[in-house]
Nanobody, 123 residues
Framework: QVQLVESGGGLVQAGGSLRLSCAAS????????MGWFRQAPGKGREFVGV????????AYADSVKGRFTISRDNAKNTVYLQMNSLKPEDTAVYYC????????????????WGQGTQVTVSS
């Protein structure tokens, strides 16, 4: 329903920062809640954070709270994930997702997904 393209992943040392971007197609971007999820090797998909439609209220997983920040620019149809104080355990493929509805933390409730972008944090 919504085309999503992530970018900004890469290799960074522990303690470093990285900003991921997710560009969305469509004319109703402001009506989408936007989520970030990640999947580490050998593990299931994990909720990272979400930003609500219209109001831009954010929520985060405990594991990233205080380190990661989600923002959105509706004029640019883009959502961002600013990652600071990165740890090796943050290494994963990060996925952007969109939901036509209120924000949730459940991956199954999101309608569209990007291709993912690899984030690798070295020690």
């Amino acid at each position: 329903q919504v085309q999503l393209v992530e970018s900004g992943g890469g290799l960074v040392q522990a303690g470093g920062s990285l900003r991921l971007s997710c560009a969305a197609s469509g004319r109703t971007f402001s009506s989408y809640s936007m989520g970030w999820f990640r999947q580490a090797p050998g593990k299931g998909r994990e909720f990272v954070g979400v930003i609500s439609r219209y109001t831009g209220i954010t929520a985060y997983a405990d594991s990233v709270k205080g380190r990661f920040t989600i923002s959105r620019d509706n004029a640019k149809n883009t959502v961002y994930l600013q990652m600071n104080s990165l740890k090796p355990e943050d290494t994963a493929v990060y996925y952007c997702s969109a939901r036509v509805g209120p924000a949730t933390t459940f991956s199954g409730t999101f309608d569209s997904w990007g291709q993912g972008t690899q984030v690798t944090v070295s020690s």
